[in-house]
């Protein structure tokens, strides 16, 4: 066995690392059994609504009703492919989207250098990084030059990490420290050798995986609402049976006869085509969904996302543009605006709101040939920003190529706005003094084509200050006086004040070698940036203020930048309660719970505190849609009603913890998901009302044709055409309405509200009735006047569907009768219902139909008498909707949304 030293020195043997290998298992994160297509095709029969048609199938072979049972089940196929091929695609697309761990890594073995699969790494392994590496595994600093890390996947900062040598070999394992290495982070500048501490599921990033196995799925809110509906179909199913079969017992007709005849009614008022439906509805609404940038995990999620009403939501790269952009400039002279965000192109310099042109400033000129010549990073030509289809020829719509330090890629992107490049300038670097955590700088030793030396320097404001004798102006350098002293210090604080990152830039002439550079140096100027807000945020936030919905910033990151970023997009205003991790802490979860709708910004806060905000938010009964790219938002997102992860920066953890990804990680696309769920419910209702109305007035038809001893009304193979056929076709088409443009200034709906809320129930049943005894009476009167039931029957099957395409006219709007919508705004439902009409036509008229479906020709009178039948009921739904009724629960005041 090898000492401590020697594995250092060494790294493992071949022989123990597979002994460890062996011992520790692999450096992987457990992602659970994959889900297979058996499964995911197995789990669309699983709804009430489902066993119910598998019953009545079961019921119509029993009744020699072969025709009808063999509909039902393709209709229920239908439904399960529709639903598998929806899921098992999206999964498949995630597939494609996986990029997190490290594929290989760089590792000592035996003395030598080697590169091995980053699943073979094993505790006590020494790995070696540098700049774009992914570390493989948590692993504690052993050696560094100027390493930095991005870790916003674990803490949620934008700003990289510094790393330090450990002190000691025996230091704690925890997010945040600056002497360990953790997985799944990335290495922006340096390098580095550590050794590794803990792999796989105890990693840091395993311990937060581990996390999700312990919150468990749950239905959504429509999932709750079509299982109550499955119930209500069942309890009226059954009624129906033992009504006609005590009515029938009455009547002194047999009684396994009413039983039969009950089972069949019973049958007739299933909605077959309403499982499809809203498959098909939801599927709709997933594309329109993905055309708009967000891939839907779970089906059923779109409408959960129309109840939501707290959007929690990561800063870093979904609020912001995670990256880091220079906005203004400080020197003796001028205060220096810069406009433009991220890499793009477009950008300018003002002062006063005047541009100004940089090289006409010694001053600014001397900063920006500081900020390249001091710089490590590297940029390229433009890249479109926008995919193929969206590219205009904009040149603003173009970003800089990058690589590097965040922050000195913000001073490369500024200087390339001033059309300046590090190649393009005089100086040659001979020697460069690197930033580290002690001295707060960098600098680097320069030469000029004439031979005169010079040094550069970058760092912290204060630190840099403190080596400054003068100051730098257009008029010439002059004496850094006290009061010069306060001036820049003020400019500094007003930066700082603006959550802005601030460098300070100081140069000196003909430098001696080593410390002595950096003395007595000329202070040139200030530069201050950030990460800022995306340009869609404001107006997407605002339209959350708009529809009720409260927005909430949870973030790692520091309070003062979350306040400013927070405030700036309209997340955060005076009086709003700033929650930090550590006072969460200091105030235990049942002290949170009665405050959490107060608060605007969590900063500071670990993936346990992001947990416990969302579980808070749920026991007041909101419903939590939860943002984040992080494996430290994983837990978070999964315990959400809506998690949504991002499509870009998130990682593999996060996706498959999510109900929704966004793949353009944009704050604003998670809105307009939020507009589509809110109409896909709205659809769902109107289809919903649709098809029970008509269901119930063909179950009124022939139930009360029964009890006054009429001749059978409709056939079943006749109730069968118009359940799958002129139902099917404009029940979808609802399905396809347009958003309301009202959608958004609408409060969230309750998720506890009943599908059947707001009156729906009543209007159901009283439109049923109408259908029904307009059947009838068209019935009745044919058989007086013509003398027979084959006219009568063709008659009343014309004006149960005539008045069903009328009232799918009605069903558009809960609040309008059918004089004050629009109707041609759904292309696809006048389609359906054109399509519907020409079928009843053939069904009719055609002498092959009316052989199957046992109708006769109408004349030209009985057709004119059909129609006028239909259109009186219409008339006195109007009617009715003109009578004050109480109002709607929807439209009852809301406890008042917290901004």
């Not at 991005?150 to 040598?165: F, I, Q, R, Y």
């Not at 993905?290 to 939501?308: F, M, P, Q």
């Not at 201050?528 to 990151?557: F, H, L, S």
């Amino acid at each position: 066995m090898m000492d401590k030293h020697n594995q250092k020195e060494l790294g493992l043997s071949d022989k123990e690392a597979k002994k460890r290998l062996f011992e520790y298992g692999e450096n992987k994160l457990a992602t659970g059994k994959k889900i297979s297509a058996l499964k995911i095709f197995g789990g669309q029969f699983k709804d009430l609504m489902i066993v119910i048609l598998l019953i009545s199938t079961v019921i119509s072979v029993l009744m020699g009703e072969q025709l009808e049972a063999i509909a039902i089940i393709a209709i229920v196929l239908m439904n399960a492919v529709l639903g598998f091929v929806q899921e098992y695609r999206t999964e498949k697309t995630l597939e494609a989207l996986k990029n997190m761990a490290a594929p290989t890594a760089q590792v000592l073995r035996g003395g030598r250098t080697v590169t091995i699969p980053a699943a073979e790494i094993v505790p006590g392994d020494i790995i070696l990084v540098k700049a774009g590496d992914k570390v493989p595994a948590d692993a504690r600093v052993t050696d560094v030059v100027a390493l930095q890390c991005d870790e916003a996947l674990l803490t949620g900062e934008s700003v990289p990490v510094e790393k330090l040598t450990a002190k000691s070999a025996d230091i704690p394992h925890e997010i945040g420290r600056p002497d360990l290495l953790y997985m799944g982070t990335v290495v922006t500048k340096g390098r580095g050798r550590a050794e590794v501490i803990a792999t796989g599921m105890s990693s840091e990033m395993g311990k937060i995986a581990g996390m999700l196995h312990e919150i468990e799925d749950e239905p959504t809110p429509l999932q709750v609402k079509l299982a109550q509906l499955g119930k209500y179909i069942a309890i009226g199913c059954i009624a129906i049976c033992l009504i006609v079969a005590l009515a029938g017992i009455v009547r002194g007709y047999p009684l396994f006869d009413m039983f039969i005849t009950g089972i069949s009614l019973a049958v007739a008022a299933v909605p077959e085509g309403l499982p499809a439906i809203v498959t098909i509805a939801l599927a709709l609404a997933v594309n329109r969904i993905l055309k708009r940038n967000a891939l839907v995990r779970r089906l059923h999620s779109v409408e959960t996302l129309g109840c939501a009403n707290v959007i929690c939501t990561d800063k870093t790269g979904t609020l912001t543009e995670n990256k880091m952009t220079v906005k203004q400039l400080f020197t003796f002279d001028f205060n220096v605006e810069v406009t433009g965000n991220g890499y793009e192109q477009a950008g300018e310099f003002t002062v006063g709101g005047r541009r100004a042109v940089v090289g006409a400033s010694p001053t600014l000129k001397r900063l920006f040939d500081i900020a390249l010549t001091c710089n490590n990073a590297e940029i390229t030509a433009p890249q479109a920003a926008l995919p193929a289809r969206d590219r205009t020829q904009n040149i603003s719509r173009e970003r800089w190529g990058v690589s590097g330090d965040p922050t000195e890629i913000a001073l490369l992107v500024m200087a390339a706005k001033a059309n300046m490049d590090k190649a393009a300038l005089p100086y040659d670097v001979r020697d460069e003094i690197p930033f580290d955590s002690d001295r707060k700088r960098m600098t680097v030793l320069v030469q000029d084509r004439t031979g005169k030396g010079m040094a550069f320097s970058k760092g912290a404001p204060d630190v840099l200050l403190a080596r400054c004798k003068y100051i730098l102006a257009d008029g010439g350098v002059q004496l850094l006086t006290p009061a010069i002293l306060h001036k820049v210090t003020q400019a500094n604080e007003d930066m700082a004040g603006r959550a802005m990152r601030v460098l300070g830039f100081a140069y000196k002439e003909a430098p001696a070698a080593g410390a002595q550079s950096e003395e007595d140096m000329v202070f040139v100027g200030l530069v201050g940036m950030i990460d800022p807000p995306r340009a869609e945020v404001y107006d997407a936030v605002a339209r959350c203020k708009q529809a009720k919905i409260r927005t909430v910033m949870i973030t790692g990151d520091h309070k003062v930048t979350a306040c400013a970023i927070a405030r700036d997009v309209g997340i955060h205003k005076n009086g709003d309660m700033v929650l930090t991790g550590a006072e969460m802490d200091a105030m235990g979860p049942q002290a949170l719970e009665k405050i959490v709708h107060k608060v605007s910004v969590f900063a500071r806060v670990n993936p346990g505190h992001k947990l416990q905000i969302v579980r808070a938010l749920k026991k007041r009964g909101d419903i939590v849609a939860m943002t984040g790219d992080g494996v430290n938002d994983a837990p978070a997102i999964k315990e959400a009603d809506i998690g949504v992860a991002m499509g870009i920066s998130g990682t593999d953890v996060t996706k498959n913890a999510s109900s929704i990804v966004l793949l353009d990680d944009n704050f604003a696309t998670l809105v307009a998901a939020v507009e589509e769920g809110r109409a896909v419910y709205g659809n769902i209702r109107k289809f919903i009302r649709y098809l029970l109305s008509c269901n119930i007035g063909e179950v009124v038809t022939m139930f009360v044709g029964m009890i006054m001893g009429l001749p059978v009304i409709l056939l079943p193979i006749q109730i069968l055409l118009v359940n799958l056929a002129t139902d099917g076709l404009p029940a979808l088409a609802l399905g396809m309405e347009p958003v309301d443009p009202d959608t958004m200034n609408r409060k969230p709906r309750p998720a506890g509200e009943s599908v059947f809320s707001g009156g729906l129930a009543g209007t159901i049943i009283f439109r049923g009735i109408l259908i029904g005894f307009t059947t009838l009476m068209v019935f009745s009167s044919f058989v007086r006047w013509y003398g027979s039931v084959d006219i009568a029957r063709t008659a009343a099957l014309l004006t149960l569907v005539l008045t069903q395409l009328v009232h799918v006219f009605e069903c558009k709007s809960e609040n309008k009768s059918i004089f004050a919508i629009n109707p041609l705004n759904n292309p696809f439902l006048i389609v359906a219902v054109l399509i519907s009409a020409g079928l009843i036509a053939l069904t009719i008229y055609h002498p092959w139909m009316q052989a199957i479906f046992s109708t006769v020709a109408l004349n030209a009178e009985q057709i004119v008498r059909v129609l006028i039948s239909a259109a009186i009921v219409p008339v006195i739904s109007a009617v009715a909707m003109m009578i004050p009724k109480r109002k709607k629960k929807d439209e009852l005041p809301l406890p008042e949304v917290q901004q």
